[in-house]
C-alpha cells in the first residue's frame, strides 16, 4: 500500500517542480542573456574561457539587476522615515487599544493607509531580488553539470563550467566539492561566505547606528530591526555552503553596492532627528565657518535664511507726547542741549599728547521775557531820533545852540 500513495505523491511534486520551471523560464533567459552579453564584451579585453571573465560577469549582471532596483530602494527609504515619523502615533495606539489586538490591528492599518506608508517595504529589494537569485543559482548549477536552461547559453555551457578564479571552479559549492580542486574551491567559498555575511551585517548596523532615531528602536520595529541585524546574515551563512562561487560572487557584490548606496544616503540626505541628521548639519556649520557664511540655523522657510521671529514682528507707533507752552516756543534743540547735560572727557590721542581742549561754545542770548500785563515794549530809539527829540526841547525852552551829545 506505501508505493501506490508514494507514486501519486511523487507525481504531485513533479508537477510543481514544472510549474515552477515554466514559471521561472523567463528569467533563466533573462539572466542567461545578461550573462552572455557581459561575457561577449569582457572577452575583448580577457581570455574568454578564463574564470575572471565569468566573475566580472557576474557583477556585470549584478549592476544591472540593483541599477534596474533604484526606484524600490528610493522608496524604501520614505517608507522606512514615514515609519519612523510615525512612532509617537503608533505609541499613542498602543497605549490607547493595548489590550485589544484585534482593535489596534486594525488601528494601525488605517494609520499606514492615511499616510501611504508599507511597513514591509524595506523588505522589497530583498524579495525581488530572491527569484533572480534563484534563476542565477539554477543557471550555474546546470552549467556545472553541462546542462541549460536556456539555448543562449548551450556555446558557453562548457567555458562556464570550467571556468576558474584562485584554481575554484565558480560553478561549484562547499559541500558538492571533491576532486582535485576541492580545497581550493572551499577557500574561496568560505572567503566568500565570510565578506558576504559581514558586508550584510555591517549594512544594517550602520542603518540602526546613524540612520534611526531612538523612537525607532523600541518595541516591534526593533525586534524587526534586530531580526535583520542577525537572523539574515546567519541564514546565508548557513546556505552558503550550498551556493555556488558564482552566486556567492553575485551576493557579495550586492551587499557591496547596498553598502555603497546606504552610505551616500546617510551622509547625504539623512532621517531627521538622527545621529547622522546631526553630523550632517555639524558639517554644514563647519563649511559656513570656514567660508565665511553665516551659520544655517536649521529653521525652515525665512527663518533658515537668518530671520527670526522677533526681527519680523512690526515695530510699535510711538504716540506724541504732550509739550509745554516753553517747549514749543524754545524748540527741541533747546530741549536736547538741556538733555545732554555734561559733556564727554576729551581723550587722550594715541601718541600720549593731550588734545587741545575745544573751544567753549558760546552761550545763546537769553530771551527777554515778556511784561506782566502782556504788552510788548517800545523799540529802542536811534541815534538819530534823540538827537532830534533834544533840539525840539531846546527851542521851545528858548535855550541857545544845542550841544553835542556824546558819541
Known sequence: MIIPLAIPELAL??????????VMTPLYWAVSALLVGWHWLLSQVLDPDGGWAWALSIAGLTIVIRTLLIPLFVRQIRSSRNMQLLQPKMKELQKKYGHDREKLGQEMMKLYKDTGTNPFSSCLPLLLQSPIFLALFRVLDYASKGKTHASIMDPYVSSLQHAKIFGAEISQTFLKANGEGATNVKAVAIVLIILMTSTMFITQLQLMRKNMPKEALEGQAAQMQKIMLYVFPIFFLIGGFNFPIGVLIYWFVSNVWTMGQQFYVIRRNPAPGTPAYDAMEARKREHNRRSGKPEDTGLAGDEADGDTLTDRRP???QQPKRQSRSDRKTGPSAGAAGAS??????KASS?????????????APAAKKAPAGGKR????KSRAQRTAQQKAGQKKSGGGTPRKTDS
Do not use: H, M, Y
Open 341 to 346: 547735560g555734561v559733556q564727554d572727557e576729551p
Open 351 to 363: 601718541n600720549g599728547q593731550q588734545p587741545s581742549s575745544p573751544a567753549p561754545a558760546k552761550k
Open 315 to 317: 515695530a510699535q507707533r
Open 13 to 22: 511534486w513533479d508537477g510543481i517542480v514544472d510549474l515552477f520551471n515554466t
Open 377 to 380: 515794549q517800545p523799540a529802542a
